[in-house]
């Protein structure tokens, strides 16, 4: 990978892109409330879990297939894998933090690169932001496995900064714990480059019942 694509990755990923992620918590507000997650240790089996088993998995899987439909111009393809998106969200508050924040990034994206226009506006549904992710990837020509990396690397750096502030955890832990996952992001990256349409499934019946609890939840910071 270049230097433009290194900086063109960085910049999607960075956590002060104006997509909303700061705002999400998916669920994990819930899990701290009832000490489910209490400390580094629970925290770190959590993550893990969901980048072995969750729908971090599909939802990475979904976004190099929505690269994959922008490289060789698939608008049919691109609707299909959105909708795909859509389905696979298991609660409304974590659909909506897709759509959200897929609007967001598609409203950037179009600001930085106009032409992506053609893209987004082929979706009849809203833009999930696994998919306009992948969309703004394949533009910006960012090596696939490079994509997943950075997508997985963002959505852990989100809940790690939430869950800083929710137990609470020191930043230097934060930062232990995210250097603690990388064997494991790199690992999950590697399976999602092999996995098959047929393979893309997950075992979320946690993640589900959390945004649900959440749902509900008297007082709370997140959005979901």
């Known amino acids: 990978m270049n230097n433009l694509n290194l900086l063109r990755l960085l910049q999607i990923t960075n956590t002060a892109l104006p997509v909303g992620a700061y705002s999400y918590s998916e669920g994990l507000e819930s899990l701290v409330e009832t000490h489910v997650i209490h400390d580094q240790t629970t925290l770190k089996h959590w993550l893990e879990q969901e980048l072995g088993y969750g729908a971090i998995r599909v939802e990475a899987a979904i976004m190099l297939r929505g690269y994959r439909a922008t490289e060789v111009g698939d608008l049919g393809a691109l609707e299909y894998w959105n909708n795909w998106a859509k389905a696979a969200r ?37 833009c999930s932001f696994a998919i306009g992710f992948g969309i703004i990837a394949a533009h910006w020509e960012i090596e696939p496995s490079a994509a997943i990396l950075g997508y997985l690397h963002s959505w852990a750096t989100n809940l790690i900064s939430a869950s800083v502030r929710l137990i609470p955890l020191g930043q230097t832990i934060g930062q232990q714990l995210l250097s603690a996952l990388q064997s494991a992001i790199v690992k999950t990256s590697s399976e999602i480059l092999t996995l098959s349409d047929d393979d893309l499934s997950s075992c979320g019946w946690g993640l589900a019942l959390a945004s649900m609890a959440h749902e509900t939840q008297y007082s709370r910071l997140f959005r979901s």
Request: charged fraction near 30%; hydrophobic fraction near 30%.
């Open 90 to 126: 298991e609660t409304a508050e974590l659909r909506e933090q897709s759509w959200q924040m897929g609007h967001a990034l598609r409203r950037l994206g179009e600001k930085l690169e106009p032409k992506l226009s053609e893209e987004f506006n082929s979706l009849s549904q809203f």
